[in-house]
Structures are given as C-alpha cells and as structure tokens.
C-alpha cells in the first residue's frame, strides 16, 4: 500500500472541486498506489470507461482466475468463451473459470513515435501479443475438455489499453515528482480523449531500466533526463511481459 500526499487538484483538468482519490493502478487488478484529491468526477469518468474496455474485456478472466479484486463478486461471470475444436470442427463454447485457459494477454507496441522522429498520427502501431499462461496450461485444458485443439479469440481495445498506460505512468510520476516536476505533460490529450495519437507517446522498449524492480504484481518507474520524464511500466511484472515506456514531458 502506498498513499502519496494529497495533491488538492485534478491531475487531468486542474479543477479543485469535487476531488476523488485516484487509483494510479487500477484497484481491479489490485493496483494499491493511491493519490488523494487527485481527479474531479467528469475525469474520473473519462479514465474509468477506457479502464473498463481493459478490465471487463481481455483482462476479465485472468482477473477471475487469480482471485482479484471486484466490488461485486457475486456478479462476475463464472464461464468465459473458449474456442474448442473437435474433429475439425471449431466452435466457441462458454467454459467454467476453473476448466478455461486464463492468460494475461498483453498487446505488443512498437517504439513510440516521438523516439523514431515520426509526424504525431492517430491510433497506435501494434506488432503482436503477449500471453501468459496462468495455472493451466493448453494441453491440460485440451485433456480436461476432451477435445483436440482449444484457442483463445480477444478483441483487443489497443488504444485504450495504451491509455490505460499513459494513465498509470502519468499517475506515478505525479505522486513521485509532484505536478511541479512534469511540466507541459504531452500525453494528456490522449489519456483525457481529446486525441486518439497516443502511440505517439506510448510504445515498447526493449529491456528493463535499473529503475524498476518487479517485485511486485507490477511495476513503475520515473526516469529524467535533462528535463526529459519517462514513465515506465510493467502490468503483471512477475511474468516477462511487455515494458511500456511514456514520453511524459519534454521539459521547458
């Protein structure tokens, strides 16, 4: 648990009124990093509805399997659809939790647009997937099924995910450097919904900086550099997923 200063302001529009505590994690996926008084509702708002694309679509049924949290357990879905194929012919079937194949499944971006010197475009570019098996693996789930081929089918909300990203990092470097440390913060637009160039400032790097310690379900890290913020960020780091990294601000 950790639960920053009060920071007495909306970190997204910079109203005083009506101020929430903002989870920088999603509380969802047991994210514990609090900022008091940090987000106005109409905000709040804004980042829950692209947080929910993420939460009640691909990361439903790791959600479910590892038992995270929800404020209303007695709601959740208790089956979850599953391609299964069966003599050459696929269907898709609603299978329990208990007998599916939860993976955390993570979108692959390419290098931010501002580190390859591209014009600022809309949409984000994605160069493939990660999975992580949790508990099950397919040929368990293929022997307990009784079937030849199981397959898993997610529409991804990949702009979302990615603001979802932008969010968590912009979060952290607040509660760590206060507002007054990330001047002129680039990646606003895109984590409020003014723009959809988010893959702009948010993408894949390779390798971990010494920054960041996955010792934890996830991770964060600041790093600066002459007047440069960067957000780095790993969901479900005990696992070798995607390092995101977030153009935060480029200084004066």
Known sequence: MRRYEPVGTCIYCGAVEDLRDEHIIPKAINGDWILPK?????????????????????LWLP???????????????EAFPLLV???????????????????????????????????????????????GHIKRTPEEVVADLG?????????????EFAQLIAKIAYGYAV?????????????????????????HWVGC???????????????????TNNGMVMGMVSLFALQPTPLYSVLLSKGV
């Open 205 to 223: 790097i390779p390798g971990p900086p010494k920054e960041l310690k996955p010792d934890a379900l996830h991770a964060a890290a600041v790093v």
């Open 85 to 131: 194929n069966q003599n050459n012919v696929e269907e898709r079937r609603e299978i329990p939790v208990d007998q599916n194949l939860p993976s955390v499944m993570l979108p692959l971006y390419g290098v931010p647009g501002f580190l390859r010197g591209d014009e600022v475009q809309e949409g984000i570019r994605v160069e493939g997937v990660y999975v």
């Open 147 to 159: 079937v030849d081929r199981v397959a898993l089918e997610v529409e991804y909300p990949v702009v």
């Open 63 to 77: 959600r479910r399997a590892l038992n995270l949290r929800t404020r209303h357990r007695d709601r959740q879905p």
């Open 38 to 58: 940090a987000s106005c509702r109409a905000c709040e708002a804004i980042t829950s509805k692209f947080e929910m694309k993420v939460l009640r679509g691909p």
């Open 175 to 199: 509660g760590e450097l206060g507002l007054q440390g990330i001047k002129n913060p680039l990646v606003l637009p895109a984590i409020r919904g003014v723009t959809q160039a988010v893959g």
